[in-house]
């Protein structure tokens, strides 16, 4: 990889795992804020997305573990590491902010919750990172 590919996913993966790390330090401390559509609350998820897969406890952050290896793994075999960078370390990033909270706080800290009209999911900026990623690929894929 090019030194300027490496600095890319470096700064990329710096911000979004520091800046999700610090919105949830708010959230941990007490912030709260409620209005009609949306509330911003902690909120702990033990799972996956829409708390899914919760009931494997302890063992949900292991399997993660592989499955962030491999993901990475696959990702500097194929090239996409070198080729995409920046949105490969926004990715990672995201994953590994998430992961962190597994470890350290026994959960995913997540904050923000869409109730205007139906109840959304409770997600957080990692998750929407997440999201921006998949969203790109699906940009590249079908535009380029």
Not at 1 to 16: D, H, I, Q, S, W
Not at 38 to 46: F, H, R
Not at 130 to 140: E, P, S
Request: with cysteine.
């Amino acid at each position: 990889m090019k030194v300027e590919g490496v600095v890319k996913f470096f700064v990329a993966f710096l911000l979004v795992f520091l800046i999700d790390q610090a919105i949830k330090y708010v959230f941990l401390n007490g912030f709260e804020l409620n209005s009609k559509c949306i509330s911003l609350v902690l909120a702990m998820n033990k799972g996956v997305a829409f708390s899914m897969f919760s009931f494997l406890g302890e063992y949900l952050k292991y399997i993660q573990v592989v499955l962030i290896v491999g993901l990475f793994y696959i990702f500097y075999k194929e090239k996409l590491l070198f080729t995409h960078p920046t949105i490969s370390g926004i990715l990672f990033a995201a994953a590994l902010s998430n992961l962190t909270d597994r470890f350290i706080r026994s959960g995913v800290v997540d904050y923000v919750f869409w109730h205007c009209g139906f109840d959304f999911a409770i997600f957080n900026f990692a998750d929407v990172c997440i999201d921006f990623y998949y969203f790109n690929v699906w940009i590249f894929l079908f535009f380029w």
